[in-house]
Every structure is written in C-alpha cells, then in structure tokens.
C-alpha cells in the first residue's frame, strides 16, 4: 500500500515539475510549483524526515510563493480587475 | 551625569572626529592637500546630439546582420562554441557521477564511526532526545551559525536592491505605484487571518521550543512564525504591524540574536577545544528545559528566520517597512 502510494506521489511530483516548466502562465507555474513542493513535504514524511518536511511546507509552499507573487504583481504580471484595462493598453503600447 | 564641556573643547576630542570619520563628514584632507575645486564641463546642446547620431551610427553598422559577414561567422562559432562546452561539462558530470559509490551499499564512504557515533551516543553528550537537532545544533553547530549569517546578509542584499529612498517616495506616490497601496480590507480575508494567525504563531513557537524533543527547530519554526506574521500583514496592512516590528526592531532582534548564538557557541568551543567541562548542565532527555544551548540556539535562529522572512515580504510589497 505505501509503495502504491509512494509511487503516485513520486509521478505526480515528475507532473508537477514538468509542469510547471512548461506553462505558459508565470502565474499557474507559481502556483504547480506551489504543489510541487506540498508533494514534496509528503514524500519528506514517509521517508521519515518530519524535520524537512515542517521546513519544506512553511518555506517552499507557504513563503517562497507568497514571494513569487508579490514580484508577479511587482512586474505586474497580475493585474486586479479594475486595473485590467489599463494594463491592456500598456501592453499595446510597448514604447510605454 | 557626566560634565558638560564647552563646544571647543568637544571638538578637539578623539570620540568627535571618530564619530565623524563614520558619518562620512570629516575630510581628512582639508587644509593639508591643495586642491582645487573642479569646473562642470559643459556641453552645447548640438554636440550631445551629433555624438548620439554617431553612436547610433556606429552600433547600426557593427551590428548590420545582414552585410556584416565576419559578425554573422563569429555568432555562429559563439553557438558552436556554447553547446560545445555543453557538451563537454555534460560529459565531465556524467562520468564524475558514474565514479561515486553505489547507492546504499555497506561499504560506503558515509558508513564510517562518524554516524555510528552520532546514533549512539548523540542523546547522552548533547542531551537532545531529537537525533537531527543534536547534530546541527550542537556538533555541527559552526554550520548553523553560518547559515544564520547568511539569512542575514541576504536580507541586507535584498535591503540594498528594494529599498525606497525616503526622499524619493515622494515623488514615486504620485505615479500610480503598487507600493503605496495598502492591502484592501477584505472581510473574508481579516476574519480567517483573525482565527488562524494566533495557532500559526502559537505552533511555530511550538516547533522552536519543542525543537529537541521532536520533529522542529529553529529554522522550521522561525519560517512558520514568518508566514503567519506576513499572514496579518496582509490583511490588517502595515499600519498595524508597524506598530511593532519596524526595522529597528528587526536589526536589534537579529543582532542580539547572532550574538548570543556566537557567544554561546564560542563559550562551549572554548570549553570543549581545553578540555574544561562546561558548567551548562544538559538536564534529563525529554524535558523541555534539557540539552544545554541547544533551546537557546534555537530561539536564536528561529527569530533571525522569522525577521528575515517578514522583511523579505515586506521589502517587496513596499521597499520599506
């Protein structure tokens, strides 16, 4: 049972990671790599490491992300929905 | 109290030069090299802009793709060139990789008396039940340290490139900039933050104290104290958590904080290295108050690790506190 189970998280960390490569939104890699690193937490517990696992879910997917998305709506890759318009027509206009 | 002396008097003192030698305002030279004051060299306006046509020039025809023959032949070697040394780390890694010892095999070179030693008698010399805590935190202790000093010069670097200049705030508030604006008061977002920022906390003090008793640390819980604080940062804005943790606060926390975990860690290296037996006594495995520094070493990472985070967070959203 536990190496069935093992074995789906190892695939769906292989997913994730691939994944999050090959995205095309900076916005959905954040967030695969988000789930990348929850496996990775999980995985940490079974080969029995609670240490690194703790360690693995407060950085990897709790600050690292929140930072990630700070820099996104720093670059303003993410926009709220009163100022999407705005950001279309810097797009449009790339001598801004 | 000490004695008032007059102006005169203070400024020919060794403390007012030194003081000002450190702010930068004491020019040592003056009056000793003679110097004279540099004239702004000035430009007419029809100069700057035949030189900028000149440059622009010059960089149309160096980079001329389709007439410059000799550009086009070195791009394509540079290409070669790139996938060449590629190639050949790739191959160099490679053979490196396939030279190390099988995987797990009883005769590998980590399977020495170092670990043994570590399994077997790490609880009764560093009095941590936590195998893991007792090593990091107390034989290998010099490591921690230095990780900690490199949490701490990160955020310096991270000061250096994001902060705000308080005097060039001003201007930038005028152009609709993200940094001024404060998170909005979401309702959904304060009355959760409102219910789980207290257990966030309340369990990464858990994780710090609980350390070397079980599965935590300092660095572990420090990160979770962190998340928790950027939490109430975000739904409360930065008017609230200004009101205690400002930079100030965090240069004290973290300077006092490495301190301590220098001196204590010199204090037991000194101990250790002249064979005095140190009076910290290491207490029953188990309790909390038990395995000598290790406790105190891990508050003292744990709030250098939380400062740190909180200060990321907010030198991106703000480039300020």
Redesign the interface.
């Given at each position: 049972m536990n190496v069935v189970f093992t074995d789906v998280l190892l695939f769906f960390l292989l997913v994730c990671a691939i994944a999050a490569s090959f995205s095309k939104k900076l916005l959905n890699s954040i967030l695969i790599f988000m789930s990348f690193s929850l496996i990775m937490s999980i995985i940490w517990i079974i080969l029995e490491?609670?240490?690194l696992?703790?360690?693995e879910a407060?950085?990897g997917a709790?600050?690292t992300t929140?930072?990630f998305f700070?820099?996104l709506?720093?670059i303003r890759e993410i926009v709220s929905t009163d100022e999407e318009g705005d950001a279309k027509d810097e797009q449009k206009d790339p001598q801004k | 109290m000490s004695k008032k002396i007059p102006r005169s008097d203070y400024e020919k003192t060794v403390s007012f030069h030194f003081k000002r030698w450190l702010s930068g305002t004491d020019d040592t030279f003056a009056g000793k090299v003679e110097m004279k004051p540099q004239t702004v060299k000035r430009k007419n306006n029809a100069e700057i802009m035949e030189r900028e046509i000149a440059k622009k020039d010059l960089r149309e025809r160096v980079y001329d793709l389709a007439n410059n023959r000799e550009l086009k032949w070195v791009g394509k070697l540079y290409n070669c060139f790139a996938v060449f040394f590629c190639l050949v780390l790739a191959v160099m890694l490679l053979f490196a990789v396939s030279n190390l010892p099988s995987f797990g095999e009883a005769s590998n070179p980590v399977n020495n008396e170092v670990s043994a030693r570590y399994i077997e008698k790490g609880m009764e010399e560093t009095g941590a039940v936590?195998i893991?805590?007792g090593m990091i935190l107390d034989y290998r202790a010099f490591d921690t340290l230095g990780e900690s000093h490199v949490l701490f010069i990160a955020t310096c670097a991270v000061l250096l490139l994001l902060r705000v200049d308080p005097k060039k705030k001003k201007e930038e508030e005028e152009a609709a900039n993200?940094r001024v604006l404060e998170p909005k008061n979401d309702v959904i977002l304060q009355t959760v933050a409102r219910f789980l920022v207290p257990p966030v906390i309340i369990f990464g003090i858990y994780?710090i104290l609980g350390g070397h008793l079980?599965?935590?640390?300092g660095?572990?819980g420090g990160?979770?104290i962190?998340?928790g604080l950027?939490l109430y940062l975000n739904a409360f804005g930065f008017k609230k958590t200004e009101k205690f943790f400002t930079a100030k606060t965090y240069k004290i926390m973290s300077v006092a904080a490495l301190g301590t975990y220098a001196l204590c860690k010199s204090y037991s290296f000194y101990t250790g290295a002249n064979d005095i037996h140190s009076i910290i006594p290491l207490g029953t495995p188990g309790n909390i108050l038990s395995s000598g520094l290790i406790l105190i070493l891990n508050i003292c990472v744990g709030i250098v690790v939380a400062g740190t985070?909180y200060t990321?967070?907010c030198m991106?959203?703000k480039g300020d506190y």
């Open positions: 490491s609670p240490d696992a703790i360690t407060a950085v709790g600050v929140v930072l700070v820099t709506k720093k | 936590n893991v805590t993200d994780v079980g599965p935590g640390g660095f572990s990160a979770i962190g998340a950027i985070m990321f967070y991106f959203r």
